[in-house]
């Protein structure tokens, strides 16, 4: 079960048109992130503007990847919230339509202690029989899923994988030596992907794949065939995108290079706004120069 979650999986953003969910470029971003080779899709999650959507459209969205994808890549949903039990909702929700497995990011803003996280994480693993990936990032919630608890829940047998979004390559290593291969890691860090893949990790939930799926996909494949001066040609070719796609919070930038792509309409929900002038100029000429501008 642990090795259900390898290779690169975007995390999905969420097209809005007039306000509402654009359901036609969803199932296009679908396509097109299937076409370049991604491993899975990631919906529901902080870049797919998961705290904006009601909890109709939150279903809403992870229902039509489902079908959208119809088994031609793993789906693994954005399920967490705050409050347990909520979270056990949505992830039987996903569940039931068919998603592969559940990303539950820590509790945020309650900020529990060891002891909570890891009795939350269990709660829903006894209510659920979807594999589920846990989902730290402190800079986010406000609370750290320290590799000790990882270890504790490492035991659940629904609890297979980790996006670890700290970009901390101890803390990575610490995960891996006290888990071994009970817990898949996923990186959630793009510029720090190849990095991760030394230390044992076993893909990403990537952002930057929403508007470079191929190329993200090229440097996985490159460092399983032991190649990695290639992967790290790739890795150095993307780092000024990897770094401009969080120039502002994310999913900003990453929504205003789907748009000059073509992938979605310029539209992002309250309280972010639309990515500065002066940013954009400078992700255009980025996008410009890996040729991605004419690859949709």
Same mark, same amino acid.
């Given at each position: 079960m642990s090795t259900l #979650? $390898?290779?690169?999986?975007?995390?999905?953003?969420? =097209?809005?048109?007039?306000?509402?969910?654009?359901?036609?470029?969803?199932?296009?971003?679908?396509?097109?992130?299937?076409?370049?080779?991604?491993?899975?899709?990631?919906?529901?999650?902080? &870049?797919?503007?998961?705290?904006?959507?009601?909890?109709? $459209?939150?279903? $809403?969205?992870?229902?039509?990847?489902v079908m959208a994808a119809a088994g031609r890549v793993k789906i693994i949903a954005g399920s967490g919230s705050n409050s347990t039990q909520e979270t056990i909702?949505?992830?039987? #929700?996903?569940?039931?339509?068919?998603?592969?497995?559940?990303?539950?990011?820590? =509790?945020?803003?309650?900020?529990?202690?060891?002891?909570?996280?890891? /009795?939350?994480?269990?709660?829903?693993?006894?209510?659920?029989?979807?594999?589920?990936?846990?989902?730290?990032? =402190?800079?986010? &919630?406000?609370?750290?899923?320290?590799?000790?608890?990882?270890?504790?829940?490492?035991?659940? $047998?629904?609890?297979?994988?980790?996006?670890e979004a700290t970009a901390n390559m101890e803390r990575a290593s610490s995960i891996r030596k006290l888990c071994g291969d009970a817990i898949t890691l996923l990186s959630g860090d793009d510029a720090t #992907?190849? =990095?991760?893949?030394?230390?044992?990790?076993?893909?990403?939930?990537?952002?930057?794949?929403?508007?470079?799926?191929? !190329?993200?996909?090229?440097?996985?494949?490159?460092? /399983?065939?032991?190649?990695?001066? !290639?992967?790290r040609q790739i890795h150095d070719q993307l780092l000024d995108l990897n770094q401009q796609l969080f120039c502002e919070t994310n999913p900003i930038p990453v929504k205003a290079a789907a748009h000059m792509l073509g992938l979605c309409a310029p539209e992002i929900r309250l309280p972010l706004t639309w990515l500065s002038e002066p940013n954009q100029a400078m992700l255009r000429i980025t996008l410009n120069r890996l040729g991605l501008l004419a690859s949709t």
């Open positions: #979650f $390898e290779g690169v999986f975007t995390a999905l953003i969420t =097209p809005f048109r007039n306000h509402q969910v654009d359901q036609e470029a969803l199932k296009h971003l679908v396509e097109f992130q299937i076409a370049n080779g991604v491993n899975g899709l990631v919906p529901c999650g902080t &870049t797919g503007e998961s705290a904006t959507l009601s909890h109709e $459209e939150h279903k $809403e969205v992870i229902r039509l990847c909702e949505l992830t039987r #929700f996903a569940q039931q339509v068919g998603a592969d497995g559940a990303l539950l990011i820590t =509790p945020y803003y309650n900020k529990p202690g060891q002891e909570g996280l890891y /009795q939350h994480y269990r709660a829903v693993a006894e209510q659920v029989k979807i594999p589920l990936v846990l989902y730290n990032v =402190p800079g986010r &919630t406000g609370v750290d899923l320290l590799p000790a608890t990882v270890a504790r829940l490492a035991n659940t $047998e629904t609890i297979v994988g980790l996006k #992907f190849l =990095p991760f893949l030394a230390v044992g990790g076993k893909g990403v939930i990537s952002v930057s794949s929403n508007v470079a799926p191929a !190329q993200m996909v090229a440097l996985h494949q490159a460092w /399983q065939k032991g190649d990695a001066a !290639q992967a």
